[in-house]
């Protein structure tokens, strides 16, 4: 910056005052393109405090700066300001916009003149780019300062250095302007660098362009002088430079200075001196050249200069870097030395070999230059046949470099060096010996890769050789060299041929080379080469290959020989084309082993472009040779090529281009060349399929317009070209050909009929501009098979029927003329028909018109106006007709009528009423019934059938299937196709189809509640089964069936068993409740087995999860089930007389209803069984469960209601506690609670202790219990409770001391009340008193627990405890115990279940409950009524066999599958849980000892409930519970003889 003017201060230094930066990656790369923008772009600044004191001269040490010092290198502050997130820049810096704008200079100039001009600054890369285009001349240079280091010498501080730089001549002199220091800048003769204050080793970085003439280059030198800078501007003026240093442009080898950096030496001495170049240029200018110059001597070159020599100079030094990007100065001594290869001829040898190691970018600048030197040394140094081949190599090499990517830009320079430049007459000599010393030598491993490396560059060397021939002849003509060019280019594709000739694995490289590159060089050789010897040349050379050797690339080269100007001459053609046919022949034979259907596609679309040009000659003669060689081959490679083949397009393309080229004398003689008649039926017999298969699988996209109507327009052509062939050949009586002809038909219909040909379907300009380049091609193909038809004259008889159903479809296509043309046909049917069937009628013809009519018109063809016109012309022919009038008008009726029902039948279907679907359906199906066509009537019996199912229909789709039926016979007549539904049955038989739809008939009727009608049938089928086909499987899977009968309230079961044996006074009743045996279910008697089952309840899914009351519960416990249980007892090893339980198995079975109770009737049969069998330890568990539910539930109904009389309490904690029962519990001590148990089964180590803890858990319920009972004490029951206190005290402190304690919270006995003054009482279950209990180990107990029954502190949750669902257990088998539920499904109860499943129609049970009397009677109670036996329901285990997962026996956590009811509002952790055991009975069940636990408990229901909600119990005697049905079985076996 310049300071203040002034007398006493400096003007004119450059010092550091601050940086701004941006970053504008982004913006460069495009990703910001926002040229509304404005960027700020912030200003550092450098310590003002600093500058401050360097202006008022003060010397001593700096103060630390707050910004940037300013010594710091502006490179440096660049770095760190562009690394910093945030900039202090204090409001400071600049607003600028930017815009990225795309193409050259000269493109940017002209797109975007507005913004860039003449006076626009243009930055040039510092260096090449990427690409180098030609012309781009340039010869800047440029100089970086970088560093230097000074000696302060006699000073106390560091000098303030300035660099002067400037350019001299080699005498002194100073270039004016040469320095640059900016784009845009003008020049200067000197260049100042920064003035950093004190500073032993400044660093600069300065960059500058130095532009001067490059024939001034090797003259000149940059000097750099160094001076001292003082503030003061007297003292300034005094000082003098210090230090000078110099570097020559251009080495003394006239290569130019090296890119890089360069460690200049500083010379001191007189300043006179100093600037005469004359004393400075003789020395060494770089320390690397110094140390070269000492090292052979040994001697110190500093005196060699007129500076004083002092001790100073070699302290300092000074750095720099250049780079020169130059398009006319090189930096290579080879390429120097081989451009001026004159001056040093001995040389050559070694600079051509260099040649090769240069770096591209200085061969591309130097083209011209080093190619007119390489041929100047291949024909001044003719003599020397070492530097033709050192030549042609570097030749070769430098081709190559210009097919580099980096330089492909240069191949236009070459080019125009070979046509404008080049003028080397006899090169072609050279180049060509060359080029066929390495081909015939091409078994020299040495030389293989100089070969491959001459026939990649093949193209540019023969152009090359072809316009040094074309100069010579301009010169010299014909006649001074003879034959010999000639002569040289026959020799090398001798050696070509003979290269190509040798065995595969030898220089397959070089052979694949030869064949990819070879054809390169036609037309250029062809300008001075005769083209007909040239094809044959390269046909020789083609046949040199072995057969089946580099197959692909020998196609490739024929195809690209195709596409050279060669093929374009006919003479050349003729040469060509039978060598090229036989190379695609043997690729398409048949008997070809790996064709490559690629290469060879390429070659002949190729052959046939060419063909089909106008400037190529007379081309009918080639068109003819293909044909006649290639057309059938072309046809069988298609017939047998998949349609998924990626080829498969262009060998159609290829095959109708043949066709298409063809004129009406090829195929004329195409047809003559074949040999034998049979010949031409084969061929046309493949042209039909292969068209028609065409036609119906398009190849091209269906929108590619073009390509399918071209296809579609030679595909009529060819056809009408071979019906002249089949009139010609096949017409007549003794060679008429019936399958060419039937194809022939078929073929055009296809053709008609194609999608692509459907111009109404077409938009109607599209159709306009089809119509005009194509015409309808429809109306031409349509008039030729009527033509067609005619003429077959007596043969037509042999098409019907089957031509009855094409020339429909030809009818039908809706373009009036093609309909009155073809339509009439139909006539010509029924009258041939008619005169040729002898019986005088056209029954035939008839049968076929109204199956096709009814196919085609549900297809979506035809319309009213067909319906019209087919009937006015029938009947206008007919009636024309002496004997076809009267029943061929009734025909032409019978048609229109089956039409008009058709098109009603085919409107309708779209229509949204079924009814009016199924109307209609009826009519069509009536109009077949009388016709009595079973084939189309049965189609549309099962679309009737289809309709009423979907409707749900049942009964009506029965008796439609009902109408198949009856058309069929029980007989083993084998069916017919028509008599065969469209879903058929695998049947073989009348007997066996007419069975089957019995059966689907039966299951309609049983759908649709059509029990009458489904007993019939199924008595029908029985009487057959029994007495025509003795099938008595099939009358057993009939007969044995399993019902669930639903009682009356309460009906005995002995009373339900007298009706049902009064029903089947022949039968034998059962006494076991076992599944029938084969014996019983093959006996030919009858027999009836009748048990009990429970229903299971199945409750709504908008009662879950809600607190529902118990009335509701009660309905859906008996009510809308279809679920029923029943449990029987299995015992499994040998009987143990001290304990019978240890072996006692239950066999629980779940049968499923076909609908839910109640229903239409009392009872419905079972649709499936399911069972399972539940251990002795399971079973021991689910009996304390429910005898703990039982306990829990009685107790909190005695919280709830005071007014319950105490009797049914009294008499459950009698039967628990009194010792003549303690039996139950040694039971399971003895059976499970034993080592020897655990050895058997370890994996029930988890559900032993679960049993221990329920044994446990009783004993807090049993005390709140007996507290209970002592509160409502009498007189005549105080000596029963004292003895229920007194042995409950003996058991609890067994039970303790064994088990463990257990304490429930208080809120499980806490009376809550519900909504609107009602009380819910929750159901709870044991699984959840567990989970809310706490237990603790025996021996803590006695301190915490009184034994006292009627104690305060006995009650359970008078401890104080909260309701907490998930308490910690303190003992570790009540953990185990809750771990249970949580393990995986293999560990559960169920695990040991054994599922089986029973065939539904082999057994038969009939379901009763047991009257509520009865249950009341047998439990003892009074005033209670009681939910009926049947309705109890217990802890639901069945849910397992509803779902693909086994539930574990203790859920202390809900199954997921159950339904979770919350208990209660009062009871959010009961809520959560969704447990419910919705048993109420009174009375608990008999403990194992005294009563066995099968035979009258609860089994578990396959659905878990929810809780029962009662009402409010009040003083007064409880309501009778409500009605409920009652579930009574009837199981019946029936046999007949």
């Not at 710091?72 to 997130?85: C, R």
């Not at 262009?650 to 004129?663: G, H, S, Y």
């Not at 050909?737 to 219909?749: G, S, T």
């Not at 009855?804 to 009439?824: C, D, F, N, Q």
Request: include cysteine; charged fraction near 25%; charge should be neutral.
């Amino acid at each position: 910056m310049e300071l203040k003017d002034g007398k006493k201060h400096t003007c004119g230094l450059r010092r550091p005052f601050g940086v701004a930066v941006m970053d504008i990656t982004d913006i460069i790369h495009g990703k910001v393109d926002d040229e509304e923008k404005q960027h700020f772009i912030p200003f550092q600044q450098i310590a003002m405090e600093t500058y401050i004191r360097q202006r008022q001269l003060i010397m001593s040490p700096l103060i630390t700066s707050h910004v940037i010092g300013e010594n710091e290198p502006l490179t440096s502050v660049f770095n760190k300001v562009i690394a910093a997130k945030e900039v202090n820049h204090k409001g400071q810096g600049l607003w600028v916009s930017l815009k990225l704008l795309p193409g050259d200079l000269a493109q940017v100039q002209k797109d975007f003149s507005h913004l860039v001009d003449r006076s626009t600054a243009v930055a040039r890369k510092m260096g090449f780019p990427e690409i180098i285009l030609p012309g781009d001349v340039r010869n800047d240079i440029y100089v970086t300062l970088i560093q230097g280091e000074f000696d302060k010498g006699k000073k106390k501080t560091p000098k303030n250095v300035e660099v002067t730089m400037s350019v001299h001549d080699e005498d002194g002199n100073l270039q004016e302007k040469a320095i640059h220091p900016g784009a845009g800048y003008e020049g200067v003769s000197e260049y100042k660098s920064v003035v950093y204050y004190q500073v032993k080793q400044p660093c600069w970085y300065e960059t500058v362009k130095v532009s001067i003439a490059i024939e001034e280059v090797s003259r000149c030198h940059l000097r750099f002088t160094f001076r001292h800078r003082s503030s003061q501007e007297s003292r300034d003026k005094s000082e003098r430079a210090f230090g000078v240093g110099f570097v020559k442009l251009m080495n003394a080898d006239g290569t130019t200075l090296q890119d890089g950096k360069h460690n200049l030496i500083v010379y001191k001495g007189d300043n006179k001196k100093m600037e005469d170049a004359k004393c400075y240029l003789t020395l060494p200018c770089t320390k690397m050249e110094m140390e070269e110059k000492e090292a052979p001597s040994g001697k110190n070159l500093h005196h060699l200069a007129n500076f004083t020599p002092t001790k100073d100079s070699t302290k300092d030094s000074f750095q720099i870097a250049t780079l020169i990007c130059s398009t006319k100065l090189t930096q290579n001594v080879d390429l120097l030395g081989l451009l001026n290869w004159r001056s040093n001829s001995q040389n050559i040898a070694h600079n051509l070999r260099k040649l090769m190691e240069v770096e591209g970018g200085e061969i591309v600048k130097f083209l011209q230059d080093t190619l007119d030197a390489l041929f100047n040394i291949m024909m001044e140094m003719s003599e020397n046949e070492t530097y033709d081949f050192l030549v042609f190599d570097a030749l070769v090499f430098i081709i190559s470099l210009i097919g580099d990517i980096k330089f492909q830009h240069f191949n236009p320079v070459l080019e125009t060096y070979i046509y404008k430049h080049f003028s080397a007459t006899l090169a072609y000599v050279k180049l060509t010996k060359v080029l066929n010393c390495y081909v015939g030598n091409a078994d020299d491993s040495s030389k293989t890769e100089l070969l491959f490396a001459a026939l990649k560059a093949l193209k540019y060397l023969f152009r090359f050789i072809v316009q040094s021939r074309i100069l010579y002849l301009r010169f010299y003509g014909k006649t001074e060299d003879g034959d010999e060019f000639n002569d040289a280019i026959r020799k090398l594709f001798l050696s070509f041929n003979v290269l190509m000739d040798r065995p595969l694995e030898e220089a397959v490289k070089i052979k694949g080379a030869a064949l990819k590159y070879l054809p390169s060089v036609i037309n250029d050789i062809k300008l001075v080469f005769d083209p007909v010897e040239l094809s044959v040349l390269f046909s020789k050379f083609i046949q040199s290959i072995p057969d089946n050797q580099l197959v692909r690339q020998k196609l490739n080269c024929m195809t690209k020989i195709v596409e050279s100007d060669l093929f374009k001459q006919t003479e050349c053609r003729d040469a060509l084309l039978p060598l090229l046919i036989d190379q695609l022949s043997g690729q398409l034979d048949d008997n070809s082993n790996k064709p490559d259907h690629e290469a060879s596609s390429q070659l002949l679309s190729s052959v046939l472009e060419v063909l089909d040009r106008k400037d190529v000659g007379p081309t009918a003669v080639h068109i003819q040779l293909i044909m006649e060689r290639l057309l059938r081959r072309i046809n069988r490679t298609v017939i047998g090529m998949s349609r998924q083949s990626p080829h498969i397009g262009i060998f159609v393309a290829c095959m109708t281009a043949i066709l298409r080229q063809m004129d009406d004398f090829h195929y004329n003689h195409y047809i003559n060349t074949f040999k034998t008649r049979q010949d031409i039926i084969d061929f046309l017999m493949e042209t039909f399929i292969m068209f028609k298969d065409l036609i119906g699988k398009n190849v091209y996209a269906a929108d590619w317009m073009v390509m399918n109507m071209m296809q579609s327009r030679v595909f009529l052509r060819a056809v009408n070209q071979f019906t002249s062939v089949l009139n010609r050949f096949f017409l007549d009586q003794a060679n008429f050909e019936l399958q060419l002809w039937n194809n022939y038909f078929h073929l055009a219909v296809a053709f008609l009929t194609h999608e692509s040909l459907q111009l109404e379907t077409f938009s109607q300009a599209k159709r306009s501009k089809i119509i005009k380049k194509y015409g309808d091609m429809r109306k031409e193909i349509g008039f030729k098979i009527r033509d067609m038809w005619y003429n077959l004259g007596p043969h037509k008889i042999k098409f019907i029927p089957a031509m009855v159903g094409p020339i429909l479809e030809v009818t039908l296509v809706p373009e009036p003329e093609l309909r009155k043309a073809t339509i009439p046909i139909f006539f010509d049917m029924m009258q041939c028909e008619f005169n040729f069937s002898g019986n005088r009628n056209f029954h035939m013809f008839e049968n076929e018109l109204i199956t096709k009519l009814d196919q085609e018109v549900e297809g979506g063809r035809g319309d009213e106006q067909y319906k019209i016109l087919l009937e006015k012309l029938l009947l206008e022919h007919c009636r024309k007709h002496k004997y076809l009038s009267a029943s061929g008008e009734v025909f032409a009726l019978l048609v229109s009528s089956l039409l008009e029902n058709l098109l009603d039948y085919r409107t309708i279907m779209h229509d949204e009423s079924k009814e009016n679907r199924m109307s209609c359906t009826v009519n069509v199906l009536n109009f077949y019934k009388e016709k009595k066509r079973e084939d189309i009537y049965i189609r549309y019996l099962y679309k009737l059938r289809d309709l009423h199912t979907d409707c749900e229909n049942f009964t009506e789709a029965a008796y439609t299937l009902l109408l198949h039926a009856e058309l069929l016979q029980w007989s083993e007549k084998p069916c017919v196709p028509h008599l065969l539904q469209r879903d058929s049955y695998y049947v073989y038989s009348q007997q066996e189809l007419k069975e089957k739809l019995y059966q689907e008939i039966i299951s309609f009727f049983d759908r649709g509640k059509m029990w009458e009608k489904a007993i019939q049938l199924s008595k029908e089928l029985a009487d057959m089964y029994e007495n025509k086909v003795f099938d008595y499987e099939g009358l057993g899977n009939l007969l044995n069936k399993i019902f669930i009968y639903r009682g009356k309230e309460y009906e005995r079961r002995e009373d339900f068993n007298l009706k049902l044996l009064t029903q089947f006074p022949n039968a034998e009743k059962m006494t076991s409740t076992a599944p029938p045996g084969e014996e019983i279910k093959s006996s030919p008697k009858q027999y009836v087995q009748c048990f009990i089952v429970k229903p299971v309840m199945n409750l709504p899914p908008n009662y879950k999860d809600k607190p529902v009351p118990e009335q509701i519960l009660n309905y859906y416990r008996a009510n809308e089930v279809q679920q029923f249980t029943h449990s029987r007892p299995v015992r499994k090893g040998e009987k143990d007389p001290d304990n019978e339980f240890a072996n006692m198995w239950i066999e629980r079975t779940t049968y499923t209803t076909a609908y839910s109770f109640p229903g239409i009737l009392k009872w419905f049969e079972v649709k499936q069984i399911t069972v399972e069998e539940i251990s002795p330890l399971e079973n021991a568990i689910e009996t304390m469960e429910l005898t703990n539910e039982k306990i829990s539930n009685i107790v909190q109904q005695h919280i709830w209601d005071r007014s319950l009389p105490v009797h049914p309490l009294s008499m459950l904690l009698n039967g628990i506690v009194d010792p003549a029962v303690m039996g139950g519990y040694a039971n399971y001590e003895k059976a499970f609670f034993t080592e020897k148990y655990l050895q058997e089964r370890p994996e029930d180590q988890d559900k032993i202790e679960l049993l221990k803890q329920l044994i446990a858990l009783q004993m807090p319920l049993l005390a709140e219990g007996i507290r209970i009972h002592g509160e409502k004490l009498t007189e005549q029951l105080k000596p029963l409770h004292d003895r229920l206190t007194a042995c409950f005290k003996e058991l609890k402190k067994k039970v303790e001391k064994q088990y463990g304690v257990i304490t429930l919270p208080p809120s499980l006995t806490e009376r809550k009340p519900s909504r609107s003054g009602s009380v819910v009482l929750p159901y709870i279950m044991s699984s959840t008193l567990r989970r809310l209990s706490v237990t603790s180990v025996a021996s803590s107990v006695v301190s915490t627990s009184s034994t006292s029954s009627d104690s305060a502190s006995s009650r359970p949750g008078s401890d104080g405890s909260i309701l907490e669902p998930l308490l910690e257990r303190r003992i570790s088998t009540a953990s185990r115990a809750e771990e249970l539920p949580m393990k995986d499904d293999g560990d559960n109860r169920i695990s040991k279940l054994k599922r089986k499943d029973w065939s539904i129609s082999k057994s038969q049970v009939i379901v009763e409950k047991e009257p509520e009397m009865e249950l009341t009677s047998k439990m003892g109670m009074s005033g209670k009524a009681q939910r009926p036996k049947s309705l109890q329901l217990g802890e639901n285990r069945l849910t397992l066999l509803q779902s693909s997962s086994l539930q574990h026996s203790v859920p202390c956590s809900p199954p997921p599958i159950t339904p979770k009811t919350p208990r209660t509002q009062s009871f959010p952790s009961l809520q959560a849980d969704g447990l419910a055991n919705a048993s109420l009975e009174s009375t608990p069940p008999p403990p194992p000892p005294k009563s066995k636990p099968y035979e009258n408990s609860n089994p578990r229901n396959s659905v878990e409930v929810a809780p029962p909600l009662p009402s409010r119990r009040e003083a007064k005697p409880p309501p009778p519970p409500p009605k409920t049905r009652k579930s009574s079985v009837v199981s019946s076996e029936q046999g007949f003889q």
